[in-house]
């Protein structure tokens, strides 16, 4: 497919970012251009990136820069069945900033997909939306309480923005971070399960055993890391968790 070039019809919107990763393997199909979006209204214990909790301390940058470096590299992400990804801290803390650069990527012919948690859906356009080939979501909890705990907000948003993608026909992968002693409960991830295999369009199901590599970022923040003694998952826990969504007919990675 042939990449169109400049002049765009989107017009370049400025927000903060964190920072760029131009060859990602792990943030949707294929070889992505990701860019990690800066600022997150939730608190996540197990955050590996708190440095992007506050938009200010990022990096200020035009949506119109960042798509001429994504079309330098539009063929090659096309030819390796990739694309742009758009995660954060929290991409729709900055809606009209990554409405602009989806639909730049949308011009291109780029695939576009966005990793969020789904708490500030109610901020994403359906304009939006219909630039979006993918949504990466990710749900920490089915049970309320446990949902607080681990983020700091309300579940419902989230669950919310899940059924109103599914309307849209919007394509899901759900992503569940399994934590030792705080979302291996056994009716929490069964009622997620339950949740996950009544929406239509999720594709596959990423459970990701929790890990520490973050660590060390809250303690150069001065911030309180409160998951120290909390050591990784046993694989038959994992085991346990992939099980309980593939029963259910969801492929799962």
């Given amino acids: 497919m042939k990449i169109k070039s400049r002049p765009r019809k989107t017009e370049p919107v400025v927000g903060y970012i964190h920072s760029?990763?131009?060859l990602g393997t792990v943030d949707g199909p294929g070889v992505r251009f990701v860019i990690f979006t800066q600022g997150?209204?939730?608190?996540?214990?197990?955050?590996h990136n708190p440095d992007s909790l506050k938009m200010k301390w990022g990096r200020l940058i035009s949506s119109g820069l960042l798509l001429d470096k994504i079309e330098?590299?539009?063929?090659?992400?096309?030819?390796?069945?990739?694309?742009?990804?758009?995660?954060?801290?929290?991409?729709?803390?900055?809606?009209?900033?990554v409405a602009s650069l989806l639909r730049?990527?949308?011009?291109?012919?780029?695939?576009?997909?966005?990793?969020?948690?789904?708490?500030?859906?109610?901020?994403?356009?359906d304009a939006m939306l219909a630039d979006t080939d993918l949504v990466l979501l990710d749900i920490k909890s089915s049970d309320p309480e446990t949902y607080r705990r681990v983020t700091g907000v309300d579940l419902q948003p989230t669950l919310d923005f899940a059924r109103r993608l599914e309307r849209m026909g919007r394509t899901m992968w759900i992503r569940f971070v399994l934590v030792p002693g705080l979302t291996d409960d056994r009716a929490n991830v069964e009622g997620l399960a339950d949740f996950v295999s009544s929406l239509k369009t999720v594709e596959r199901v990423e459970v990701i055993p929790f890990h520490k590599m973050?660590?060390?970022?809250?303690?150069?923040?001065?911030?309180?890391y409160q998951l120290g003694d909390t050591e990784p998952p046993t694989q038959e826990s994992i085991d346990r968790v992939r099980l309980a969504f593939s029963s259910r007919g969801l492929t799962v990675v």
């Avoid at 997150?40 to 955050?47: H, I, S, T, V």
Wanted: net charge positive.
């Fill in 72 to 97: 330098k590299t539009a063929g090659f992400l096309q030819r390796a069945k990739g694309g742009v990804t758009i995660s954060g801290g929290e991409p729709l803390v900055q809606p009209k900033f």
């Fill in 214 to 224: 973050g660590e060390f970022k809250w303690k150069e923040l001065g911030l309180s």
């Fill in 40 to 47: 997150c209204p939730l608190r996540c214990l197990y955050c």
């Fill in 20 to 22: 760029i990763e131009t």
């Fill in 104 to 125: 730049g990527c949308k011009e291109m012919g780029v695939h576009t997909a966005i990793d969020t948690t789904g708490y500030l859906g109610a901020k994403a356009t």
